[in-house]
């Protein structure tokens, strides 16, 4: 059996200063999101507290590998330290314990307590130690440049660990196209990427060992599950390219990751499904060259990706595949059930086919089971994996800080109980925020989203009115600026509304004059708040159309009895129209049948646009509606023309077609500019993805992706204690299996 770990790492943490009094280090809320591949972090961040103590620490491989006989030790001369388990495998995903009983036995004045995880060989291949690897080894850079990133994508071995780091810290396009071209490029044909063939089919051949690593590429695109890709179509194109390959157990897995990143695409699970039930070649050119044929062992693991996809109703025959004869059939199908959430597959099935050497099944098997812990702890990356025995509960007499010292809360300490829950926090907690001056909640802001009682008055303008939070000072009595613009102390506005909120409206207020003031509509006024006037403004005497013949102008519009025969003295005279815009006074006379003659005056005539008052009603070219301007099209639809008075109507310019017309289209905005019935008529304007109406739905997902390297700064201050987040690079491995093949 050749090793999977060739290398030997060791690596320096800083834990924790540990004093005689209780001493406070900082950590990240999350230190699992670091980049670093096996990740050491202390469960409490307040620890020894007097000469002797406990202090759990936990390791999580990010590494899609087994990492055999791993060893965390510590080193301080004043203090003893023994570590249960003194070595354990830790399996991809995992997050293992180990228990340090503290005892001081010195007292140089040196309280920091130095951690060292050492990851080396079992006795099977040579027993001995190997070199230890040092913090100021350029592979243990937990900030390294993108040179050194891109450089060690060199190595066989790193590729993957090299595309993944380039996607997540330096250039996330770049990184995602190096780990689409691993995953694509040793069995699906040919390309012309300059890298493999230069277009030429790739010759037949057996797959080896690298062809099957080539999948962790595959599983490092699947990790990127909460992130997100620059380029989803690209990825999505390659999962389903490669069910097309001719090794069943590479389109198997393949089948199984496409259904867990697309389920929900409509093309993806087309494809997938197509597998499950008849496994198809959709590449027929390819598929004929390298002499492809379908399998029922493929359609398994078609439905294994279906179940991924979430879709339940094939969990049955996915389960009956954990008895199939093929490992491959057996490691596919646990991997979906595990993220189905079925924890006995994956310990009973896909756990025991995870070993520390090369192949299809040692390789890929782990794989998985990292996908699988990776998509039971969900977006947060902190949910406990069921399958390994974690439980989201703490071990009895574990403390850990709580609680804050912002604002009016003070910091304290939690206690696990006997139960393995965290008690009660023994600071000062968040309480209600109020008017008062103080940040009650403890988030940094204050007197921040209360909400206000109401004022006093609540009647007319008043309504819904609050009171302003004064600090200190509480709830402040409203003024007329909390009642708003319309509020007055005492009624003055004529406008229906009760501006003095002493519910009635407009009361004690004369309204304006109605719009007909002669004959009986002389001196009537309207309502305040009210519209045009009426007949009970006018009066008992008023007629729409006059129609009493008595004396009297009923329907006040200067004449008397006008139209009505007999109603009028022969000879008789009376004033008619005005003197106002364009008309003229004159005057009727009463003929021998008593009827009026017409008025000898120029009359009101219907306003038209040339700087005169035609109908007399004081204004000039009031209320006309203009003619429509000459263009139409795009964004001049619905311009009209402007009176310019005496001028008549004025020809249309840019300010009448608005502000986005253009003479010349000039934008590209999806807009028909100029409106000649073209929208960008421009050289090289092309609408955006999805269109014109916003771009492509979605977004990013948050960058929860488990990546390469990288450090976690808390920025807590110069007294938080350091912390160096260890990485494991397997590249010394690649060296030493080609050394053992040569």
Not at 15 to 39: G, K, M, S
Not at 392 to 418: H, K, L, M, S
Not at 526 to 534: F, K, L, Q, V, W
Not at 632 to 653: E, R
Request: net charge negative.
């Amino acid at each position: 059996m050749v090793s999977r770990l060739r290398l030997m790492v060791g690596m320096a943490l800083l834990a924790a200063a540990l004093a005689p009094a209780p001493a406070q280090a900082h950590w990240c809320t999350n230190i699992y999101e670091t980049p670093a591949r096996l990740v050491v972090k202390p469960e409490q961040s307040t620890v020894f507290p007097g000469d002797s103590g406990t202090l759990r620490v936990y390791v999580r491989n990010n590494f899609p590998y087994l990492v055999k006989n791993a060893e965390l030790r510590a080193d301080n001369g004043d203090f003893e330290v023994s570590v249960t388990p003194a070595s354990q495998d830790i399996y991809p995903g995992q997050d293992a314990a180990f228990d340090l009983q503290i005892t001081r036995v010195g007292s140089s004045g040196d309280n920091e307590l130095y951690l060292q995880l050492r990851v080396f060989e079992g006795t099977g291949h040579g027993g001995s130690l190997m070199v230890w690897r040092g913090a100021d080894d350029e592979w243990v850079d937990q900030d390294p440049s993108e040179s050194l990133v891109r450089s060690s994508m060199n190595s066989d071995q790193s590729k993957q660990l090299g595309a993944g780091k380039l996607a997540a810290t330096y250039s996330e396009a770049d990184g995602v196209t190096r780990l689409l071209e691993l995953f694509g490029r040793p069995r699906l044909g040919y390309n012309s990427d300059g890298w493999w063939g230069d277009g030429e089919w790739f010759g037949e051949r057996t797959p080896d060992k690298y062809d099957f690593q080539l999948l962790r590429a595959g599983i490092e695109l699947a990790l990127r599950k909460f992130q997100g890709f620059p380029d989803e179509a690209a990825v999505r194109q390659a999962m389903t390219l490669a069910m097309d390959d001719p090794y069943v157990p590479y389109r198997g897995v393949s089948a199984l990751l496409a259904g867990y990143l697309f389920g929900d695409d409509a093309g993806v699970r087309a494809r997938v499904q197509a597998m499950a039930d008849s496994d198809p070649c959709v590449d027929a050119e390819r598929c004929s060259h390298y002499g492809w044929s379908s399998s029922a062992q493929a359609q398994l693991m078609g439905r294994a990706g279906l179940l991924a996809a979430g879709d339940g109703s094939h969990e049955s025959a996915v389960r009956a595949g954990l008895g199939d004869g093929n490992e491959a059939v057996q490691m596919v199908c646990a991997t979906a059930l595990g993220i189905f959430g079925d924890d006995d597959a994956v310990t009973g099935t896909l756990i025991p086919l995870v070993a520390d050497e090369f192949g299809f099944i040692p390789l890929t098997a782990p794989y998985l089971l990292q996908l699988a812990a990776y998509e039971r702890r969900g977006a947060s990356g902190l949910d406990p994996v069921s399958f390994y025995g974690e439980t989201a509960g703490c071990q009895q007499g574990d403390q850990r800080p709580c609680g804050t010292d912002e604002g009016e809360c003070t910091a304290g300490v939690e206690t696990c109980d006997g139960a393995g829950d965290w008690g009660g926090c023994s600071g000062v907690g968040p309480g209600t925020e109020d008017c008062d001056g103080l940040d009650d909640d403890c988030d940094g802001s204050i007197d921040e989203g209360l909400t206000a009682p109401d004022c006093a008055e609540q009647r007319g303008v008043c309504a819904g009115s609050t009171q302003a939070c004064g600090g200190a000072g509480g709830w402040l009595a409203c003024d007329a600026s909390r009642y708003g613009g319309d509020y007055e102390a005492d009624e003055a506005s004529c406008d229906g509304l009760d501006n003095d909120c002493d519910g009635q409206a407009d009361e004690g207020l004369a309204g304006p004059a109605c719009e007909l003031q002669q004959g009986v509509c002389a001196g009537s006024t309207r309502e305040c708040g009210a519209g045009a006037c009426d007949a009970s403004n006018y009066g008992a005497g008023y007629e729409a159309d006059e129609q009493s013949c008595d004396d009297l102008d009923n329907d006040c519009d200067g004449q008397v009895d006008e139209g009505l025969p007999g109603c009028c003295t022969d000879g008789e005279q009376q004033p008619c129209s005005s003197d106002e815009g364009e008309c003229t006074a004159g005057t009727q006379t009463c003929d021998a049948q008593g009827e009026w003659s017409d008025c000898s005056g120029v009359l009101p005539a219907a306003e038209g646009c040339n700087g005169l008052d035609d109908d007399c009603d004081g204004e000039t070219d009031e209320d006309l509606t203009g003619q429509a301007c000459e263009l139409q099209d795009g964004v001049c639809a619905g311009s009209t023309q402007a009176c310019g008075g005496a001028g008549g109507w004025l020809a249309c310019d840019a300010a009448r077609y608005g502000a986005a017309y253009e003479a010349e289209e000039a934008s590209c905005d999806g807009l028909d500019n100029d409106c000649d019935g073209e929208v960008d008529e421009l050289a090289g304007c092309e609408p955006p993805d999805g269109g014109w109406d916003g771009g492509p739905d979605g977004a990013a997902g948050a960058d929860e992706e488990i990546v390469l390297q990288g450090s976690c700064a808390c920025g807590q201050g110069a007294d938080q204690a350091a912390l160096w987040l260890p990485l494991l690079l397997l590249a010394g491995g690649a060296l030493e299996r080609r050394r053992r093949r040569a």
